[in-house]
């Protein structure tokens, strides 16, 4: 059964960059589209991005369109994040998914999540 560990976050500064990781370990990583998901204390969790599994589809919610950037590497059974421009309301828990396809972030069809890694960005 798959399964995912996010790593890569920590505190940040406005304006700062990182990179998140979703590891993939007991399946192979290409089987699944991967998309990213966050969570801030209080608010519903929202999804940011997706990864077909050749990586010929990619897709970002508008909130980080053009500033944050999937990409997989299936070889290292590894999805990135690639966080620029971060701003303070990037701050939250971020979370890694697997699903057969890249299906609209509110559907039921994200089945293996990770435990996620928290980010903030603070002064």
């Known amino acids: 059964q798959l399964q995912l560990v996010e790593s890569g976050g920590g505190l940040v500064q406005p304006g700062g960059s990182l990179r998140l990781s979703c590891a993939a370990s007991?399946?192979?990583?290409?089987?699944?589209?991967i998309a990213w998901f966050r969570q801030a204390p209080g608010k519903e969790r929202e999804g940011l991005s997706c990864?077909?599994?050749?990586?010929?589809?990619?897709k970002y919610a508008d909130s980080v369109k053009g500033r944050f950037f999937i990409s997989r590497d299936n070889a290292k059974n590894t999805v990135y994040l690639q966080m620029n421009s971060l701003k303070p309301e990037d701050t939250a828990v971020y979370y890694c998914?697997?699903?057969?396809?890249?299906?609209?972030?509110?559907?039921?069809?994200?089945?293996?999540w990770g435990q996620g890694t928290q980010v903030t960005v603070s002064s």
């Open positions: 998914a697997s699903a057969s396809f890249c299906f609209s972030f509110g559907s039921t069809g994200f089945n293996s």
């Open positions: 007991g399946s192979t990583l290409n089987y699944y589209a």
């Open positions: 990864i077909s599994q050749s990586s010929g589809i990619t």
